[in-house]
C-alpha cells in the first residue's frame, strides 16, 4: 500500500526553523518532493530530489531550505531555516516511481503520490 505521512509542521516566528519529514512506504520512489499550498492559492513546488541525490528548488527556498532523503529509511525531509510569514502553507510530500527530469521536478502534475498534508504557519 503506497502511503506518505508528513510531520513536523507547527508554528514558528519570523526567522525561525522547521524540519518536515515524511515517512514514504508501499515503494521506493525516484523522485521525491515538497509542495506548498498558500491560502487561495495554487499548489507549488519547494524543492524536489531524485534518488541519486540531484536536486532543484524553487527561488523562494534557495538558500534557506534544504531537501535530503534517507534511502535506507524511504524518508524525504525538508530543513526550513530563516522562514517568512510568506512561507505560511500546507506542505504536502510527493513522490514519483519514475525518474523525472530536471525540469519537471517541481512541477505537481509528475509526482502521482501524494501525503495529506501538514500546516506549517509563519508570524512575523
Known amino acids: 500500500q503506497v502511503q506518505l505521512v508528513e510531520s513536523g509542521g507547527g508554528s514558528v516566528q519570523s526567522g525561525g526553523s522547521l524540519r518536515l519529514s515524511c515517512a514514504a512506504s508501499g515503494y521506493t520512489y525516484s523522485s521525491m518532493g515538497w509542495f506548498r499550498q498558500p491560502p487561495g492559492k495554487e499548489r507549488e513546488g519547494v524543492a524536489a530530489?531524485?534518488?541519486?541525490?540531484?536536486?532543484k528548488y524553487a527561488d523562494s527556498a534557495l538558500g534557506r531550505f534544504t531537501i535530503s532523503r534517507d534511502n535506507a529509511k524511504n524518508t524525504l525531509y525538508l530543513q526550513m531555516n530563516s522562514l517568512k510569514p510568506e512561507d505560511t502553507a500546507m506542505y504536502y510530500c510527493?513522490?514519483?516511481?519514475?525518474?523525472?527530469?530536471?525540469?519537471?521536478?517541481?512541477?505537481?502534475?509528475?509526482?502521482?503520490?501524494w501525503g495529506q498534508g501538514t500546516q506549517v504557519t509563519v508570524s512575523s
Open positions: 510527493a513522490a514519483s516511481a519514475a525518474r523525472r527530469s530536471y525540469w519537471q521536478l517541481l512541477i505537481p502534475a509528475f509526482f502521482g503520490y
Open positions: 530530489i531524485n534518488s541519486d541525490g540531484s536536486t
